[in-house]
């Protein structure tokens, strides 16, 4: 079985500053693993997606996470939170059968001016 | 990108009553749809996978009779609450696949149940 977990389930940055949401998974496979974001009464959006290729992973909105098979760890960062980042952040990973999705608990993102 | 569009995006009922809900993929077609639930400040759950043409696949503990699903077209699936209770009362999101990858999802729909 496939499960993912996010470790913070909230995270509070200031603006400018780094932004690291931290997910670990177990996957008795090699996965596909994803990060989406869900604004307030807005539809979840993909920030970024890895599927076997590179390690490193470049998303939207300078977003960018780092497969660590090693560490079995997915973790999305960004160099300079901006206020418009606020936001829940969510680790996935597609568990076998076609595009089944398995949602960590969730991240709440707090970007204070 | 993809559009996935839900109707309504939010419903009240009254408890025995049933509620239909539409996900449609407005510029693609979708054999495969996805419907999850989401609770206040949870996290999204699988519920069921929606088949064209075929029955839906649920999920363990998900209740078919409850909620019901139908896709009868390659752009529509619906989920219909049977006899809602307030215990119903959440977010229910659909999702489609335009590729093996990437899942677009539609905006949500808050129901809730008095």
Redo the contacts between chains.
Sequence with gaps: AQSVTQLDSHVSVSEGTPVLLRCNYSSSYSP?LFW?VQHP??????LL?Y?SAATLVKGINGFEAEFKKSETSFHLTKPSAHMSDAAEY?CVV?SG??????????T?LAVHP | GAV?SQHPSWVICKSGTSVKIECRSLDFQAT?M?W?RQFP??????MA?SNEGSKATYEQGVEKDKFLINHASLTLSTLTVTSAHPEDSSFY?C?A?TS?????????TRLTVL
């Design positions: 596909s989406y009464n807005k539809g979840l959006q993909l997606k599927t969510f597609s059968g076609y595009n089944k999705l398995i949602f960590g608990a969730g709440r | 996935v495969t996805f999850y400040k949870q996290s999204l759950m699988l996978t999101i999702s696949p093996f990858d990437e899942q677009f999802f539609g905006p949500g």
